[in-house]
């Protein structure tokens, strides 16, 4: 394909140069996106009488032909083009003719890619939002079945105090609440129309940007030409909320490879997302926890990569900038895969509810509980921290529970005991006392899933 820029050069381009140069293998993702910013540029174009109106009409059918073959599937896409820019304008050129050399008028590949890449990022922020409000939803509907799942909550990994599992369901409820917002605010940051900025100065042709704005859907126009076609900061906020998101899936991921281990016990893999061993016949792998894990560290790297990128580049446009596509494509594709796998996985999960209270029990989870017993009594916390210290180490050595010690062998610890006791340390005393809000009681839960529930309709009506 003959080169648009060639006027100026006086020998043809290396073959290994013309390899390494093009990004039409990776940047045809943004075929249908070009072609709709071309459509728009063209339409105001001809408005604007900046084109003759005539030749206006020939590149928008034109146009139209293009979009409706490569929505068919029919449009063959020439791999020797440098960029999938030049492959739009040299093969409407070869379908209309000499009009079709105008569409570039008033624009530059640096602003035609800014745009293109900011279309492509709003339809990624929206995918990946339609994909978070379904995860919230299975997350909310298995905190609803188990709002009275007592487990033990760990801090340190280490068994720690008694919850549900429908509090830590909620727990990651709220994680994916600000994901959402992550994701919501990256489209905003993506949705700034840079047509118009020609290569960093803009443009001496009476152009409509806020007319091309409309057309394509832009609530707004960028404000400075130099910016606008060296900025990838929508791309870097769609990234950082892109690992945030998959550093919140591999966290569960690692909890459910955990619990689902023969040491814990209270988490069975479905079929449908587990695999098994080619030489061990009673393995049955957590396989997509662990690929979501494993590919966390892969969406770093696609972020870390494009600051690196960015971080020394001086404005405006720089041919490293090219490097962006690459990075936010792997990224994009790899956390739908990771969301929609992990979803689906979630839903399917069988929790094992009686080992779960059988493991809080077996913790002394309840041990604080035994502590504010005595505080309620009169007793400093200090103080009633020892005592409570003092029984489990008495429990741990005689292997038994704190539920198990006679009114008498804890009177021995403190006076202050009393037969009432036993009805206070009980794991759903322990769990339906912290009813505050945000707490892990049945009630506070309910309340947390109802509250989710509200901002999740006002959240998606927006």
């Known amino acids: 394909m003959a080169k648009l820029w060639a006027g100026r050069f006086e020998k043809e381009t290396a073959k290994l140069m013309d390899d390494f140069h093009s990004s039409i293998p990776f940047d045809q993702r943004l075929l249908r996106c070009d072609i709709l910013g071309s459509i728009a540029h063209a339409t105001m174009l001809k408005e604007q009488g900046i084109i003759p109106a005539q030749d206006g009409e020939l590149i928008l059918k034109g146009l139209e032909e293009l979009l409706k073959d490569e929505d068919s599937g029919k449009l063959e896409i020439d791999m020797s083009a440098e960029d999938v820019h030049m492959f739009v304008e040299a093969e409407l050129t070869r379908r209309i003719g000499e009009a079709g050399k105008r569409l570039h008028t008033g624009r530059s590949r640096n602003d035609q890619v800014a745009l293109d890449t900011r279309m492509y990022a709003k339809l990624a922020c929206g995918d990946t939002e339609t994909a ?13 079945q188990h709002t009275d799942t007592i487990m033990p909550g760990y801090t340190h990994l280490q068994k720690a105090q008694p919850i549900t599992l429908g509090f830590h369901m909620m727990a990651y409820a709220q994680m994916v609440m600000r994901d959402m917002k992550r994701f919501r605010a990256a489209h905003a940051e993506a949705d700034v129309m840079p047509l118009g900025s020609g290569a960093l100065a803009g443009t001496t042709y009476d152009l409509n940007r806020e007319r091309v704005a409309e057309l394509l859907g832009f609530s707004k126009v ?9 900025d990838r900061d929508y791309l870097l906020s769609f990234l950082s909320a892109a690992s945030i998101l998959m550093m919140h899936m591999s966290r569960f991921c690692e909890e459910l490879i955990l619990w689902s281990s023969g040491e814990f016990a209270t988490v069975t893999m479905d079929d449908a997302y587990a695999t098994g061993s080619s030489i061990m016949p009673q393995k049955k792998n957590p396989d997509a926890c662990e690929l979501i894990r494993g590919k966390t560290g892969r969406v770093y790297g696609d972020l870390t990569a494009l600051l690196t990128v960015m971080k020394g580049l001086p404005l405006a446009y720089n041919k490293d900038m090219q490097e962006d596509k690459e990075a936010f494509f792997d990224a994009y ?28 029990k077996d913790g002394f989870t309840n041990a604080t509980d035994l502590a504010d017993y005595l505080v309620g009594k009169g007793l400093p916390f200090r103080d009633a921290h020892r005592v409570s210290g003092a029984l489990v180490k008495q429990c741990i050595r005689e292997g038994r529970s704190l539920e198990e010690l006679s009114l008498e062998e804890l009177q021995k610890e403190s006076p202050l005991f009393e037969a009432d006791v036993y009805q206070t340390i009980t794991l759903s005393a322990c769990v339906s006392r912290r009813n505050l809000r945000g707490g892990t009681a049945p009630k506070a839960v309910a309340d947390s899933i109802r509250i989710a529930e509200m901002w999740l309709t006002d959240f998606t009506d927006k």
């Open 333 to 360: 594709d790899t956390v739908k895969k990771c969301l929609n796998v992990f979803t689906e996985m979630l839903a399917t999960v069988t929790f094992h509810t009686e080992r779960m209270e059988k493991s809080a």
């Open 132 to 144: 978070l409000v379904k995860l919230l939803q299975t997350l909310l509907t298995l905190a609803k």
């Open 222 to 230: 960028s404000d400075n030409a130099m910016d606008a076609v060296s």
